[in-house]
């Protein structure tokens, strides 16, 4: 049987968006992600980090620099009763100027890449899924999809998210109780 996923983007999320974070000294976790995602975790949820990482297309850092930080972001998401399943990241953009990371890629949001390969590899049912993002092109990939609940943390405003909500605590008191 399939389970939801609470989706989460990463950077205005998960950490505060000092631009280009790929440092665990950099990382500053967001008040209330660790109550959320152990909110959905205790009602069925999986955890799923869905993020854009064009910092390595762009040469601000290297793979193996996410990889070592996810891995720490990870531990510290288990650590409070929230195992995540997947990170899943795209570093790829047109005109990137590392060569190897220059294309448009299905992957990168607003395009559901990520998403769908999340489902893949870790049988997901999307649509009692839930995609948490900062930004209108999260919402557009969750939409794509077929997420069925997007909610669009902070003052953006995207037009088609299912719920809007400043931060975290009030997040998850709207979706979980």
């Not at 719920?163 to 998850?172: I, W």
Request: net charge neutral.
């Amino acid at each position: 049987m399939q389970q939801p996923a609470l989706f989460l983007d990463r950077d205005g999320v998960i950490n505060i968006d000092h631009g280009y974070v790929s440092r665990r000294e950099d990382f500053a976790f967001l008040d209330g992600v660790f109550a959320l995602a152990r909110r959905a975790v205790d009602r069925g949820y999986r955890i799923a980090i869905i993020t854009n990482q064009s910092g390595i297309g762009r040469g601000y850092y290297a793979e193996e620099d996410f990889a070592v930080l996810s891995r720490w972001m990870a531990g510290r998401f288990a650590a409070h009763g929230a195992d995540v399943a997947g990170v899943f990241h795209c570093p790829y953009l047109p005109g990137a100027p590392l060569a190897a990371y220059d294309r448009d890629s299905f992957w990168r949001k607003p395009n559901p890449g990520m998403i769908l390969e999340a489902q893949r590899r870790l049988g997901l049912d999307l649509a009692r899924s839930i995609f948490v993002g900062d930004q209108p092109t999260d919402m557009a990939a969750a939409r794509s999809a077929g997420i069925g609940t997007r909610a669009l943390l902070g003052d953006k405003t995207s037009g088609d998210a299912t719920l809007a909500a400043p931060d975290h605590e009030v997040l998850g008191r709207l979706l979980f109780g």
